[in-house]
């Protein structure tokens, strides 16, 4: 395999590992009780910081729109990274001639975007996070298709039709 493909795949793993983490945790976390005098300013800060598991009585809590819109976009996202790491992984890394550029900076901002989301003590930024992520995937799927295209390959068209694929896929995120 292209080493430069191995050290693709090897930060988009990890950054595929600190999405589900993220997800996981955001679903097991329960919503802090306002106290009397907390106002609404302080509820919002309290319900983005890091918290700690909710107790099981708190487990049919009830999520605002946009905590669902969120973990949405999140899962989604998720699943074009598996499809992107699935194509590198079984298709790319199956090419005869590994003559196509690529460029692991994008691979690891990838990574670190995810790093720096899933560390952030409030949830203020979240949004342009995910935005940032979702840009990162989509310029990652537009370097492999431009670089796939410009190289002549029997092996290459279906791999590019399959990025295609998923590049569509991001016009639903």
Request: glycine fraction near 2%.
């Amino acid at each position: 395999m292209h080493r430069a493909l191995q050290v693709c795949i090897a930060h988009q793993q990890s950054a595929l590992a600190i999405l589900h983490q993220y997800l996981q945790d955001q679903r097991h976390l329960g919503p802090e009780p306002p106290s009397p005098g907390q106002t609404t300013r302080n509820r919002f800060k309290a319900a983005c910081s890091t918290r700690e598991p909710a107790p099981s009585s708190t487990s049919s809590r009830r999520r605002t729109l946009l905590q669902v819109a969120r973990e949405s976009k999140l899962t989604r996202l998720i699943g074009l990274t598996s499809e992107l790491l699935y194509l590198e992984q079984n298709s790319l890394s199956q090419l005869q001639e590994p003559h196509f550029q690529l460029d692991c900076k994008l691979s690891a901002e990838l990574r670190n975007l995810c790093n720096r989301m899933a560390t952030r003590a409030d949830c203020l930024q979240l949004d342009a996070d995910l935005k940032a992520i979702e840009r990162c995937l989509i310029d990652i799927v537009h370097q492999l298709t431009i670089s796939l295209s410009s190289t002549s390959s029997e092996s290459h068209p279906h791999a590019v039709d399959v990025l295609k694929r998923l590049s569509n896929k991001f016009l639903d995120v």
